[in-house]
């Protein structure tokens, strides 16, 4: 079982900036696909970047050159770094794990994300 906990949520004005991190426990980190989603109100949740195990990452349109993920596989952590902060961007952000071998998601619990004016 891997348990995941989302950090570095909070209050950004418009155009500002926020990192998130998300840690996971337990072992095979390096195995997994790591994604962060995020869920507005009355929204689905939406895939927002994705890094494969391979180091690979990919990014929602709607985040591109705005948003980067990294992932470091000796710490078992991830980070979304936020910048050019949108009001659009206020949701609840989660930290995925999707182990390919068995098929199986884990999720954090959240953190929220707030842009004002």
């Known amino acids: 079982q891997v348990q995941l906990v989302e950090s570095g949520g909070g209050l950004a004005h418009l155009g500002g900036s926020l990192r998130l991190s998300c840690e996971a426990s337990g072992s095979g980190f390096s195995i997994y696909h790591m994604s962060w989603y995020r869920q507005s109100p009355g929204k689905e949740r939406e895939l927002v970047a994705i890094?494969?195990?391979?180091?690979?990452?990919n990014y929602a349109d709607s985040v591109w050159g705005r948003f980067t993920m990294s992932r470091d596989n000796t710490k078992n952590t991830v980070s979304l770094q936020m910048n050019s902060l949108k009001l659009e961007d206020t949701a609840v952000y989660y930290c995925?794990?999707?182990?390919?071998?068995?098929?199986?998601?884990?999720w954090g619990q959240g953190t929220q994300v707030t842009v004002s004016s």
């Open positions: 995925n794990a999707r182990d390919p071998t068995i098929d199986a998601d884990y």
């Open positions: 890094a494969v195990r391979g180091g690979q990452t």
